[in-house]
């Protein structure tokens, strides 16, 4: 994924086939890693216990095929009307086996992995007929095996997957009733990597182990990154390594480069720790600036580039302050967003990346700032969606309300590390979950995530009806209430569950409720959208959600559009929908300050917003207009001042007329291949086209071309339900890329229809992530005489005396002529700010014109920022500018600078302070020089130059 938009993938590469150099973008590394995604064509069948299909000359002829991410049990929304209860013994609990041939190609110096991202419940991986091995801590979480040994090099190897989802009171959840479906089959990405034996191991093997980057400090000018390497050597002999890691921004840019080194014995790892400030180009990650750098680290093995590693990090401080609250960057953040259960009808968990990365911007288009990941460790893509969109998290272990001590806790307790290790990079993820839900704190999970990552928060998962009504070992009291339950006066509250009404009321209760305390931090909805569970009731099994902000197909529900009047910025209004009109009363979202509310163009009110007490601290609580809304044509209009800043109009619902086709997130494509899918949604609308929210109607969807309905077969695909106005369903990309036509049909109702394209499915993971570095040298140069303080981190260039001074960067040569003598000044103190070893001396010109004169510079753009401080007599001299004159392969240029600060430079102000400079953005054209002067614009004024900073851009 890349910025708001989910990256579209450009190369094919075969499973085969190594990464090369071709292949990646301007500087990424060509190493011997290779990670290839190996989800599409494997044959599944469910199995006996006792039957283990993994030989090579197995017959599996008869066997379905699928793709990853699979759910091997597609049910309807009301799972089939099952009526086992919620602990789930016997519902699902199978051994789901998938094979696949695979051709592999190692060099005697190469490793072999499969990763999976998640497998329901135990894994048990097989290769040409032999056990690698069996991993069964926990369903939730990423896990690998080396096959290096077992692999037959340069053939097609026989993959075989034993998905055990059996019952195991080991393993968490089971043995006890969750509030979710523990859906099977290997529902999260499966790859197959390749490194150098000298390779970066996992993330999640050890407490030192792959990559953990962490932000030590973190201040609004400048932080200082951290970044710690585990290199394991499974060579036999000792291997002299090189490790070089560059820090680069979001465009692409090298800021830092750090190297180490170090022998490492055969068979032992080594991790590397470096650390580097960031001063230039520096942001902030926040909800409103999600900005993020990127960690590439290259191994060298004797001055060979053999592995490398790339993450994603952010700077963001988070602290919590008695009377303050949850402090983001050192301002009080107020966490409002829901809770989010990862399945979605039909497909269970097997959810692709596409649609986690569609999940998280639904979720930020309505302002939500923080999602409580309930409650298991969810997908990576997800977590990256929340990092690039800006969405703060709270992540637990997989659990509900019951738990065992012995080899149930220590199991949870692993898989706690586990999920903390994968995702410890990400500065999405602020808290970590230490509790049990409904029960509150555990010491044991607490300890764990506080030694894998001090520098996060935790939170209890407590209940106000049972179990300790603090904090108690965390750091934050997490508690549920759908009442009005109190807080510890003690403790740092989040309400992590309360409750959902259709009119958004409920919402707006709870939130202004824990707005009134400052040590409350945040209050986040149960449910963000609709889950399956199996909650038996008096009458009848509960299988599905219907209170959440969203239904279990992601349609929003109405109280979805308040969370947008009241976190977003843009001018907004809304007219909820019939399904919330009752007594007559018609209620209005907006972020304005009145709104004006029409019937047929006729005037019913012109309103502020309520003036409830129960809702009172909501920056925008909703309108209430008491109407009886017959047929009429309603319009809102949202003003301010007295100016319609926005408008929305509805008419009531009719007669059902026509169905509406629309795609879900269009500008995000659908993959061809098998792997991703795609929500197609067939509104039932009136002659107005106003959706009927209430329509109880099947609808018949039809795919030709490139893709297909998926589980077409099954009788609630082939006439599907319709919910809230909708009938949703998925759509599959066939093998073969190219335009897909979708029909919807409904007895006598106008049919709807469309078309997309799909795009061609790629494998290469590295190729298909990889962004472009620009590793550009940046020059910093102080210019100086001879035994001058100099700057930190800068190159000093000593001119002593010279009346024409030189020096080289790179292949350019900077000279500095004037048209009088050139002045030196040796520098006895230091102006007060940054940059004032540089600024303190430096070579000038009594009067007239200082010129920089820049020759051999090869073809390009480039950025010069020169410093340009005088130690005249300061009471005559400031404020002054500089008149400049460039002359570049663009041609001629002249202006006046006007960058210095109002009072910067007052020479009655002993306050901090930063040298003046001039930004000049500079075209070569590879062959003649380019030219700058300076000259101060006041009379009888020196012109001083103290240093610069020089860099190529794109």
């Known amino acids: 994924m890349e910025g708001m938009n989910y990256k579209i993938l450009t190369i094919f590469i075969l499973l085969s086939s190594a990464v090369s150099g071709a292949n990646l973008p301007t500087g990424y590394p060509a190493t011997s890693r290779t990670k290839q995604n190996i989800n599409l064509d494997w044959k599944f069948s469910k199995m006996p216990k006792a039957e283990i299909p993994a030989a090579i000359n197995f017959d599996d002829s008869g066997w379905k095929m699928v793709c990853i991410p699979h759910n091997p049990d597609p049910l309807s929304l ?96 089971d043995p006890d009733e969750t509030d979710y479906v523990k859906w099977a089959g290997i529902y999260r990405d499966v790859y197959l990597v390749k490194t150098n034996k000298l390779h970066v191991n996992f993330n999640w093997e050890d407490f030192d182990a792959g990559v953990h980057i962490t932000t030590p400090s973190v201040k609004k ?55 580097t400030e960031i001063t230039d180009n ?19 093995l004797n ?205 707006q209760h709870h939130i202004s409720r824990y707005k009134k305390r400052n040590n409350n931090i945040g209050a986040l909805l149960w449910v963000g959208a609709d889950y ?7 009458k009848q099994h509960d299988m599905f959600t219907e209170y959440g902000l969203q239904t279990a197909y992601r349609v929003p529900r109405p109280a979805y559009y308040w969370y947008v009047s009241e976190l977003t910025d843009a001018p907004y209004v809304h007219i909820t929908d019939q399904s919330v009109y009752k007594n007559q009363k018609i209620h209005v979202y907006s972020n304005a300050s009145e709104v004006a509310l029409y019937a047929n163009d ?151 229809s469309l078309a997309l394209h799909t795009i061609p499915y790629q494998s290469d993971e590295i190729a298909n992530y990889a962004a472009a570095i620009y590793d550009y040298p940046i020059y910093k140069i102080d210019i100086q005489t001879e035994g001058q303080l100099s700057q930190f981190g800068w190159r000093v260039e000593k001119g002593g005396d010279k009346d024409e001074f030189s020096f080289q960067t790179g292949k350019c040569t900077f000279s500095v002529q004037a048209d009088s003598n050139l002045k030196w000044r040796k520098g006895t103190n230091t102006i007060l700010g940054n940059l004032g070893y ?13 010129k920089l004169i820049l020759s051999g510079l090869p073809k390009g753009k480039y950025v010069l920022k020169t410093y340009h401080h005088s130690f005249q007599d300061v009471k005559k001299l400031f404020p002054y500018n500089l008149k400049v004159e460039r002359k570049d392969a663009k041609g001629e240029f002249t202006y006046t600078s006007d960058d210095e600060a109002v009072g910067m430079y007052d020479a009655n102000d002993i306050g901090e302070r930063k040298p003046i400079s001039v930004t000049n953005y500079i075209d070569s054209d590879g062959v003649n020089s380019v030219t700058i002067t300076f000259e101060t614009d006041k009379e009888n004024a020196a012109t001083w130059l103290n240093g610069l900073e020089f860099k190529q851009i794109k």
């Open 78 to 173: 009301s799972l089939d009307s099952v009526t086992e209860h919620w602990s789930q013994k016997e519902f699902l609990r199978d051994h789901n086996w998938y094979r696949k041939q695979l051709y592999i190609e190692l060099e005697a110096n190469e490793k072999a992995f499969i990763e999976f991202e998640g497998v329901h419940n135990a894994t048990e991986l097989w290769v040409n007929g032999k056990l690698v091995g069996r991993y069964a801590v926990n369903g939730y979480i990423p896990h690998h095996f080396d096959i290096t040994d077992f692999v037959n090099s340069g053939e097609v190897n026989t993959i075989a997957i034993d998905a055990d989802n059996s019952f195991d009171a080991t393993i968490a959840p």
């Open 221 to 275: 000018e400048n932080g200082t990154v951290s970044v710690k390497t585990t290199v394991l050597n499974e060579y036999e002999k000792d291997a002299d390594c090189r490790i070089e890691t560059m820090i680069v921004d979001a465009d692409g840019y090298v800021l830092k480069k750090i190297e180490s080194s170090s022998k490492i014995k055969g068979g032992h790892k080594n991790t590397f720790r470096q650390t």
């Open 282 to 300: 520096y942001h902030l990650w926040s909800p409103d600036n999600p900005y993020l750098y990127r960690a590439v680290s290259v191994i060298y």
């Open 303 to 507: 001055d060979k580039p053999v592995d490398f590693v790339e993450n994603k990090f952010g700077f963001r401080s988070i602290e919590l302050v008695d009377g303050q609250g949850l402090l983001l960057n050192g301002k009080p953040f107020f966490m409002l967003g829901v809770n989010r259960h990862q399945n979605y009808p039909h497909i269970g968990d097997a959810v692709p990346n596409s649609m986690h990365y569609e999940a998280a911007l639904r979720y930020k288009q309505a302002g939500i700032n923080a999602i409580r990941l309930s409650h298991y460790p969810q997908d990576n893509s997800f977590i990256e969606a929340c990092d690039e969109l800006g969405i703060v998290l709270y992540e637990e272990a997989s659990s509900w309300i019951q738990w065992k001590q012995g080899e149930w806790m220590n199991k949870l307790e692993q898989s706690l590390r586990v999920m903390v290790r994968n995702h410890r990079n990400h500065p999405s993820i602020i808290i970590w979950g230490a509790g049990i839900n409904h029960r509150g704190p555990v010491p044991q999970l607490n300890n764990a995530a506080k030694e894998e990552d001090p520098f996060r928060l935790t939170a209890s998962a407590s209940s106000p009806w049972c179990g300790t009504k603090n904090a108690g070992v965390t750091d934050i009291y997490a508690t549920m209430d759908y009442r009005r339950t109190d807080w510890p006066e003690g403790d740092f509250c989040l309400l992590m569950e309360h409750g959902y009404s259709n009119n958004s009321l409920a919402n």
């Open 532 to 538: 399956n569970h199996m909650r038996p009731t008096e």
């Open 602 to 752: 006729k005037l019913i009110a012109v309103q502020r917003a309520d003036n409830d007490p129960l809702r009172i601290r909501n920056a925008h609580p909703s309108f209430t207009f008491h109407y009886n809304w017959t047929q009429e044509k309603l319009t809102a209009k949202a003003l301010n001042r007295g100016k319609v800043e926005a408008t929305h109009f509805r008419t009531k619902a009719g007669e059902a007329y026509a169905l509406k086709l629309a795609v879900d997130n269009p500008d995000i494509p659908l993959e061809s291949g098998g792997s991703d899918l795609k929500m197609i949604r067939a509104y039932v609308v009136d002659k107005n086209g106003e959706v009927i929210t209430d329509a109880d109607l099947k609808v018949h969807f039809e795919a030709t071309g490139a893709g297909t309905v998926f589980y077409a077969d099954k009788p609630y695909v082939q006439n599907m339900q319709t919910y809230h106005g909708a009938a949703s369903i998925y759509l599959k990309g066939n093998a073969t890329a190219g335009e897909v036509k979708i029909k919807a049909s409904l007895g006598k109702l106008k049919t709807a």
């Open 838 to 850: 540089m600024a303190c001396d430096g070579v000038y010109v009594e009067s007239g014109k200082l």
